[in-house]
Structures are given as structure tokens and as C-alpha cells.
């Protein structure tokens, strides 16, 4: 299982970036995918997951202003991230697991990426 993130970088407050996740040696189209991030000096907290079938859940912090959503075609899950605030700054990881379930525990996953740097900041 390979994950790899791209898309991170520096934006004012307000702003928006999206994050993409390319997935493989897996069945991507089965499994389910989900977004966690690491703030400095913090733990792993889960944003975002998505089913195989498109459910998607948020945590209440980033609930209105971030998407989740994937492409089959292309193995790739994206974070569209709006209304960008100083305290998504994160280290964001993609990861999944071989349940094919989302869970809102970071600990409950198997496979991770190697992350990508959001900093939100003026």
C-alpha cells in the first residue's frame, strides 16, 4: 500500500488549497479513505473519511468548510479545504484501512502517507 499527498503550502486565513492523495497497490475503488492531520505540538486528530460508495463524515471542527471527495479513475481522494483558519495549520495525512471502514480514530488505521505541510497564516 502506497499514499502519497501533494497540494500542501502557505495561505493566508480565509484562503483555500485542496489536497490530493494518490492511493495504490490496493483496491482503491472498495476501500474507504480518510483525512487526519497533526497540528504542532498536537496529537493526530481525524478530519474527514469517505466510503466506497461516496458517504462522506467530518469532524464537527471542519464541518461547512472542507469536502471530501474521490476519483475511482484515478485512485486519488482530495481535501478541499475553504475558509482556511490558522489553526488547520497541520501536517495532513491520508490513510485507509483494510476494514474498508472510516473510524474517527487515527489509531484505527493502518496505512498512512507521508503527509503534507498546511500552514494558514498572514
Known amino acids: 500500500v502506497q499514499l502519497m499527498e501533494s497540494g500542501g503550502g502557505l495561505v493566508q486565513p480565509g484562503g483555500s488549497l485542496r489536497l490530493s492523495c494518490a492511493a495504490s497497490?490496493?483496491?482503491?475503488?472498495?476501500?474507504?479513505m480518510s483525512w487526519a492531520r497533526q497540528a504542532p505540538g498536537k496529537g493526530l486528530e481525524w478530519v474527514s473519511g469517505?466510503?466506497?460508495?461516496?458517504?462522506?463524515y467530518y469532524a464537527d471542527s471542519i464541518k461547512g468548510r472542507f469536502t471530501i471527495s474521490r476519483d475511482n479513475a484515478k485512485n486519488t481522494v482530495y481535501l478541499q479545504m475553504n475558509s482556511l483558519k490558522p489553526e488547520d495549520t497541520a501536517v495532513y495525512y491520508c490513510?485507509?484501512?483494510?476494514?474498508?471502514?472510516?473510524?474517527?480514530?487515527?489509531?484505527?488505521?493502518?496505512?498512512w502517507g507521508q503527509g503534507t505541510q498546511v500552514t494558514v497564516s498572514s
Open positions: 469517505i466510503y466506497s460508495d461516496g458517504t462522506t
Open positions: 490513510a485507509t484501512r483494510p476494514s474498508g471502514t472510516v473510524v474517527a480514530d487515527p489509531g484505527g488505521y493502518d496505512y
Open positions: 497497490g490496493f483496491t482503491f475503488s472498495s476501500s474507504a
